[in-house]
């Protein structure tokens, strides 16, 4: 049976970009209306929402953000950001089940947030480091993934609301990682059946590169045949869809037709 | 050891479209599991019968099929009546054959359809002879005379849609799309009908099966797969299925030979409408919404198994 096609996890609404942070600021919907509807129309099926650094009062921009968004689309949201009183705030207005990110495999901080999860009926994304940090190699990374999907699965949390994040970091100074990262992920889908969902922030990968889009297309390639199934990602990067829709379509998560393009931006 | 329970939920549902006259109207598909799986899912209408009927007597049809239909096969009006009336045919499926064999005025065919239309009162399928060209003349006029009656008009193919989309968007009628037996050519279509703004709920699928014993199992796994991808989220997948039972297994050496020429395989009278009847609740299985049957006693037998296993709901 074919596997069901990438959870497209739009990016842009991110304080980081300038666009978002003027609006934050300003509180002005307008913009992040438009990102909101132009990335579902672009084939988002998640929505990331990150304050990043455009407010002295995070919870507020936050709460702001999500209703913001709220207002346009249904489309579900992911609540970005490491602190968790910010993800509280989020989870208070947010109206659909939504994606927290994120937490990681340190025991006593992946347990407050399997339980917020459990409460609110979210999906959790979690990355493979722990208190001694990100893993430079596979195998701590796998450790870090064993012991989350243990503990979801003692705490009662679904695998299809678990996310597994190993972590992809800038090719340009660590270039043996992308390859840990192919090799860890495809561990990662034997640690229990069905696996968790897999995931990546993908444009890490080409953090400060000249040639952002080619590389991003082509990680995300590479580890979708390593079983990655969702990314946080510009969905607004068009030749990047294509090449992620073509891979769906290769790996036979989705049905191909002559039109298969158009099928995926049709629906 | 306690075994788990495996429960599979899906994402996407089967499209739901509505056919018939404002007073007599049914609904096909709507299902978000596989076929009677009711601990998966919801399955809000049932698999529906529709009897074929002919504009003419098909050749080589077997004397006990001829039998048990009656003197009605000479008028198709009374024949499509005497279905409902007596057999209970949830839909008449309308097949032309006349057009491509003889000189008969489209007019009258569009009048044929529309008499059974009104004697019925059922949902009707209208089925084209299968010649594109004279489709292409034939199907418009049906669906004018038909406008309002939310029909069902095949076939569409991906060489040749854009008439009958056009003409059952304008009488808002529903396509049936076939694909020979093949999925990709079926998204295809699918994709094809819906750049004609033909909304994706007035679409039907046809996987142009066979009978048992001609590819069918080869349909029911595309079938099956179809229904897959649409459960899965595949929203140009997620077209309700139709199964040709009839036409199919009068075409069979099966249920021609007598049991004089083949005397190992029994008696044609039962042996026919066991054909029908095994071929509609196998593809009932793959997922069909809407099977095309003739023998009246297969038509029985295959709403008794639908009514048990709808029962289980």
Known sequence: MPQSSMIVIGERINGMFRDVKRAIRKRDPEPIQQLALDQVKAGADLLDVNVGAASSRPEKAMQWLVKTIQEVTDTPLTLDNPKLEIIQAGLEVVKHPPLINSTNADPERLEIYLQLALEHNASLLCLTMDKSGVPQDVNRRVECAAVIVSTAQVMGLPMERLYIDPIILPVNCAQEQPGFILEALSQFRYLSDPPPHLVVGLSNVSQGAPERSLINRTCLVLCMAAGLDAAILDPFDTELMDAMITADVLLNRQIYSDSYLKAYRSR | MPVQRVVQRWSGSVNVVTVGPENASLQLGGQTSLPFLYDEGELPNPP????????????????????????????????AQKCVQQWQADMICLRLIRPSEEEVSLDSVAQLARAIQDAAGVPLIIWGTGEGDLDNELLPQCSQALRGSRCLLGVAKQENYKTLAATCIADGHSVIAESPI???????????????????????????????????????????????????GDRMMAMPLLAVVGAEVYRAKESKATEEEAPEWGALGPRIVAWETCTAVGYLQAGADVVTLCHPEAVETVRAFVKELVGKQ
């Open chain 2, 182 to 232: 093949d999925i990709n050519i079926c998204k295809q279509v699918n994709i094809l009908l819906s750049e004609m703004d033909l909304p994706l709920d007035r679409i039907l699928i046809y996987p142009a099966n066979g009978a048992l014993g001609y590819g069918f199992e080869y349909a029911y796994s595309i079938m099956e797969r179809t229904r897959l991808a649409a459960l899965g």
């Open chain 2, 48 to 79: 529906r019968i529709a009897m074929e009927v002919y504009d003419k007597v098909p050749e080589g049809w077997p004397a006990p099929l001829l039998e048990a239909l009656g003197d009605v096969v000479h008028d198709p009006v009374a024949w």
